[in-house]
């Protein structure tokens, strides 16, 4: 009544090498594709244990275990007179109308519609490049000195702070948080309204999952900050530009009744990337506008730290009580981007409101790491850090001011300046900065391209953003030398083809 | 030709306590306070910086700075003649309408509708309690060996980590992910297709985001995983109770006709949290009618790594080759909770496809967690580490069968238990389970309610989910005497009514 041992299992020996478990793991595999493969047909009988293990050579034991595993699986019925195969759907071949083979296609219909906006951004250059904007001084953090912070904290919470946390984030970074933020920035907070978050991005994208629904209409500042876009078409966000001037957001009154906002993102203490100040009038006035429609606006602080000029200027968020504004900051630029660790600041009354489905959307995690960076602000060694790239940033503007003043030798304007850790230099409109910024790429430097920044870019959206925060001083002289050939090279050749076509 | 100065600015002495820095701080705010409050007139002049210093006995200097500080900003205007106060929108006082205030009630209109899916999804217990699901042995985790391992990643690696590195992940950890899966898993993927998350929870979501619109379909196992749900409220779906039996995800065949889904979410080499296996016939049918409806399947493999009778079962992932199969896994169970690590397999033609969409929506980072883990891997500590869990969850499972079989005095029937860090312990229909888990908490426990791992509670759905992962076996027989008292009294206190009512 032992069914004969199948020729498809005895083709080819099983590898003794690699010793018992092994053996286990390629009987069970042979049997599972030859029964998915249909070599052993559906409802077909498979010889006892002991039969197989004789005839492959090697134990009943192993011949039991893979025959317990494939009838766990549902490949094998075991039943009174012994094991059968199962009769399974067979899987096709091949499906050539799923979308899985139509991926590799841009049309896709099965792919999420807001893909289309969002790989409209262009992509950001990677690696070690100079000039790239958003980078701070990384061979300038004291490492060191962080590396001690974790271990510290890892010795004292050790393994109980192994499990989910709060959702929110360790308390004692949240009112780490709450304290520096309203002495450094004026910001109005209890530990309480503060969210720690996965950097800037997490705290904008939870902006938008928690006030808006799809389709509602989003200020954005045009030129502005890309990943607020980003963020914002992953939320099925209707995108408005505003554009800026140097007070900052500009927005004309027939637009609060024109196309109001659900939500206006903005930049006010350093608009990225023009370095306009938002003017104490528009903020004022943009809260007040706010208030009267119901909108709702995120106040990006991204690098409001780095001022060069005076002192910090405050933040929108402390300026009037009640106002519906929420403030998010992240740890990227004054500790480092790998970090991962931003923060977002609710208005009082939202933050009893939202205490639920954050707790719901978020599992806090990463605690080590909040702790040690608690203890890094409480310490002063924060403090003390913001102090040195202050200063350091502030020389590497004024020696990049020097650098593009006696080098570009192509006709320019520089924008802002008063602080952060780049400069924006417009170029004349016929010069087309994605090629100058293309070109830079393969020379090691990545500096953007302006009218990258901006959904509707206009016709002085033509220039270059230089970041100085990771690149030192003594580089600056041969780089920019080398970005002004480029941009010649690019006016010249617009210029002379303008002219053959007469319109020079 | 020098105004007066304004008594507004006299009326209380400024604190000279804490220093220059501070004197500057305080008269800014005193300054700006009284433009915002209209103490000091729009248009109005302001003394010159030599008159005031000397009225409040401060150096001109810092009267200079805070001047330059608030024209900067906005609230003063200087001029040929000196410096005017601006002309501001008033703050509102109060502008009750806007939903900041309103945001208190819960039918705010101005927040997004999904909080409403969101927020009525149970909170989870915090805390040190015992019995809670999903998490493991945090008191057993090599923290040292953790601690050594992360130290030399930052050592090694040093300051080159510290900027944004692959939006995708360390290369280094996706090929020791790959590798991984491929031998203990049976996943079939290179290490271009796994994408380094915060956890399963950002894998979810990310699945949601890249695949699906808003109001799609997508189909949950009932009762299933809550985060998954959450996820998939977030992102605006449609959502599907599917049933589960003995072989798991159980789907009627006119569903696909009826309400065919866009997004399906299962876990099934160990139903969440029923215990059951998917059967390899049901496995290749729902691959079989994804491929033709056009349906992602989203493979949840939360903790497949500790199978207590025989092998590990293998993953749908890996059972058909072109399978429309997102694979998705944590390392919070088999690591720990808070270092908030997952991933994401994504099926060849997609891995392509959505690099471009992926480096927008991600930003890298926890570069030296990655490294260390991916080292961690690599170097066996984490198979180590692995195996003497399984042996340990092995055992507490084996000794809360055995506390539940004699002490648990109610009528009950016991699930899954092939593996993993829970057993469910299903209670008769009329105890209600959600009174005896609240009763628990009071206790220090914190078992889940069966009903609500349901969207669709059915009369089966009534018992609790104990994990056993962090709770040692020596408590088991006193907590579940508590429980079994606390069981007995809802289910007591039921029938008594019950049989009160004439119905009993």
Chains 1, 2 share one sequence.
Not at 81 to 86: C, I, K, L, N, S
Not at 261 to 268: A, D, E, F, N, S
Not at 483 to 496: F, H, I, M
């Amino acid at each position: 009544m032992n069914p004969p041992v199948p020729q498809s299992l005895l083709d080819a020996p099983l590898s003794r090498e690699r010793g018992p478990a092994s053996l286990q793991r390629q009987l069970h595999d042979r049997l599972k594709q030859a029964i998915l493969g249909a070599r052993l047909a559906p409802g077909s009988r498979l010889p006892g244990s002991r039969a197989l293990a004789e005839a492959l050579s090697i134990s009943r034991n192993t011949v039991t275990a893979v025959y317990d595993l494939l009838a766990a699986e549902g490949y094998l019925l075991p039943d009174r007179r012994g094991t059968r195969v199962a009769a399974l759907t067979r899987p096709a071949r091949s499906a050539p109308r799923h979308p899985v083979q139509r991926a590799a296609s841009a049309a896709s219909p099965a792919l999420a519609r807001r893909l289309a906006a969002i790989q409209s951004e262009p992509a950001r250059a990677d690696g070690e490049v100079a000039l790239r904007p958003g980078v701070p001084a990384l061979a300038q953090f004291p490492l060191a000195e962080w590396r001690r912070a974790l271990d510290r904290a890892m010795g004292r919470a050790g393994s109980s702070a192994l499990g989910y946390g709060d959702p929110l984030g360790e308390p004692a970074l949240r009112h780490a948080i709450a304290r520096h933020l309203s002495v450094a920035r004026g910001v109005r907070c209890e530990a309480a309204q503060v969210v720690v978050t996965e950097g800037a991005m997490e705290a904008l994208a939870l902006c938008a999952r928690l006030l808006t629904n799809p389709g509602d209409t989003a200020w954005v500042e045009d030129p502005g900050y890309r990943g607020a876009r980003t963020a914002m078409h992953a939320a099925d966000l209707h995108l408005v530009p505003m554009r800026v001037d140097a007070e900052g957001l500009c927005v004309p009154t027939s637009d609060w009744t024109g196309r109001p906002p659900r939500l206006i993102y903005t930049t006010p203490s350093h608009q990225y990337p023009s370095g306009a100040v938002m003017s104490a009038a528009r903020r004022l006035e943009l809260i007040a506008n706010a208030q009267r429609h119901g909108a709702w606006i995120i106040e990006d602080d991204y690098d409001s730290e780095f001022r060069h000029a005076g002192d910090p200027i405050g933040a929108m968020q402390g300026l009037v009580a009640q106002a519906p504004v929420l403030y998010v900051g992240t740890f990227s630029k004054t500790m480092f981007p790998s970090l991962r660790l931003g923060f977002l600041v609710l208005p009082e009354a939202l933050a009893t409101r939202l205490q639920a489905p954050l707790g719901q959307l978020l599992r806090g995690g990463h605690r080590h790491e909040q702790l040690a960076l608690g203890d890094f602000i409480e310490s002063g060694a924060f403090g003390r850090h913001l102090g040195r790239m202050r200063r350091l940033y502030r020389e590497r503007q004024v020696a990049l001011r020097e650098a593009l003043s006696h080098h570009l030798r192509v006709p320019h304007a520089i924008d802002g300046g008063q602080g952060g850790m780049h400069l924006t230099v417009r170029l004349p409109s016929n010069d087309p900065d994605t090629r100058v910024a293309a070109a830079a790429l393969r020379h090691g430097m990545a500096p953007a391209a302006l009218s990258s920044f901006a959904l509707q870019p206009a016709a002085e959206d033509n220039g270059l953003v230089l970041g100085y925060g990771n690149t030192s001083a003594e580089r600056f002289e041969p780089l920019v030398r080398k970005l002004s050939q480029l941009a010649r090279a690019a006016y010249t050749g617009v210029r002379s083809r303008s002219s053959g076509a007469g319109s020079g």
